[in-house]
């Protein structure tokens, strides 16, 4: 069963400046170029992949999207706007990103900024809203359970937006804990159906790097998809933040067999293919 990977990064230090990954003393702290994850994609499911940001700069989406133009696997891209500038955002919405066939989506570091609330400011909400005007969604990049209270906010203020949490918001794995705070949030987020899930860097979240296996991850996967349903979530490698944890293919193994206990053929397909090319307007063909 064909999947889109809605997960993916590129970083090129020749290219865009990273500033999480300055002083980063782990293997991440290289030039990751997009044909380097091909060997391992062949051993995968993974027909289509989208480009996620990694810098909150114009550099990094415009190679974003060069790549995605030469790369024919590659047929979206998660950019970035300054979104503390509304009329900037929407100019250079309106007047470059718009008319880019790979430009699908924005996203903002917010787990790198200080103030959990940072989507709350005016200014920023004012660029949401001007996202949610042109259909474009939003990937929440939360680590912190005032991350999803801050979304649910931003829900309320900015209605029509629709948004995804990557990474599940980062469930409590690692503490072996069911399920806390995060579940008690994510079932009010679940009430909004303009939030979807990103089934995403479990391994890394997992705190076992290269041990981590199926039964460390399943009971979160069960509970998101019992409260958000298999129409609202959708799969994402993190390669190569997903490095830390094991192979692309390994991790890869672990999502579908996660996934063959816990949903029927065409529930796997929504979350394999379906949701992800509707959500990010993708235009694929039907399977």
Not at 203 to 220: F, L
Not at 256 to 284: C, G, H, I, M
């Amino acid at each position: 069963m064909k999947i889109i990977d809605t997960h993916i990064h590129i970083w090129d230090f020749e290219k865009a400046k990273y500033t999480w990954l300055e002083g980063n003393n782990s293997p991440l702290n290289r030039t990751y170029a997009i044909e380097e994850l091909e060997g391992e994609r062949l051993k995968t499911n993974v027909e289509y992949g989208i480009l996620v940001q990694a810098a909150n700069n114009f550099e990094d989406t415009d190679w974003m999207l060069n790549v995605a133009n030469r790369t024919s696997w590659i047929k979206g891209v998660v950019g970035w706007l300054p979104l503390l500038d509304p009329e900037y955002s929407k100019a250079i919405l309106q007047n470059k990103y718009q008319k880019n066939l790979y430009f699908k989506g924005v996203r903002h570091l917010i787990h790198d900024e200080k103030d959990a609330r940072w989507l709350l400011q005016p200014k920023v909400l004012k660029s949401l809203q001007v996202l949610a005007k042109h259909q474009i969604p939003f990937d929440v990049v939360g680590v912190l359970p005032e991350h999803i209270e801050t979304a649910l906010e931003v829900c309320r203020q900015v209605p029509e937006l629709k948004m995804v949490f990557d990474h599940l918001n980062q469930p409590p794995i690692k503490e072996n804990l069911k399920f806390g705070s995060w579940g008690d949030l994510m079932k009010k987020a679940a009430q909004n159906q303009n939030f979807y899930m990103k089934i995403s860097g479990l391994g890394t979240t997992s705190g076992k790097p290269e041990k981590w296996r199926k039964d460390d991850i399943s009971d979160y996967i069960k509970f998101i998809l019992d409260h958000f349903g298999s129409y609202r979530c959708f799969l994402g490698g993190d390669w190569p933040v997903s490095l830390l944890s094991g192979s692309y293919s390994y991790t890869w193994r672990q999502y579908e067999e996660t996934l063959q206990d816990l949903l029927s053929e065409e529930e796997r397909r929504a979350v394999y293919y379906d949701n992800a090319n509707t959500f990010y307007n993708l235009n694929l063909e039907d399977l």
